[in-house]
């Protein structure tokens, strides 16, 4: 039989850990700023998934004020635009047509005018990579 310290120990940590996932599901959603539009539009993120898909990654990046490292935004390129999605946020897209610019630095930044989330994004991918390589022919001509 466990002692009284072993339990309160395992009480402890899973307390801990539903007070993590209750803060990620949260928290950190406000930190998106999505004050311009509210919630994102699934039909605006359906005409973007409508497109042929050229690129998927979780590469790390930044949305807004949220930092994000590796696996904490999925990142799907169409080429009928792009769709973001940070863990525990919704998922937003940005159509090619609302595409400003696409410029390389050390990583990719998108500017764009889409009401679901502040401009820029950026991908913190290569330019030679996969998803770089897709991102870049988003770029308006």
């Known amino acids: 039989m466990p002692d009284l310290t072993t339990v ?3 009480v402890g940590f899973a307390v801990l850990a539903g007070v993590v996932v209750v ?5 950190l959603p406000l930190t998106v700023d999505t004050s311009r539009s509210g919630e994102p539009d699934p039909e605006r993120i359906g005409a973007v998934r409508a497109g042929r898909l050229l690129a998927y990654g979780t590469p790390g990046g930044r949305i807004g004020d949220m930092t994000l490292t590796p696996w904490m935004l ?5 080429d009928t635009g792009l769709v973001v ?13 609302e595409i400003r610019a696409v410029r390389v630095t050390n990583r990719i930044e998108v500017d764009h005018a ?28």
Not at 23 to 27: C, Q, S, V
Not at 74 to 78: A, F, K
Not at 117 to 139: N, Y
């Open 114 to 141: 889409a009401r679901e989330r502040p401009s820029p994004v950026i991908v913190g991918v290569k330019r030679d990579s996969v998803l770089g390589t897709a991102l870049l022919t988003l770029a308006p001509e």
């Open 23 to 27: 803060a990620y599901k949260t928290l």
């Open 85 to 97: 999605k940070p863990r525990f946020v919704p998922a937003a897209a940005i159509p090619r047509s």
């Open 74 to 78: 999925e990142v799907w390129v169409y």
């Open 8 to 10: 309160l120990a395992i």
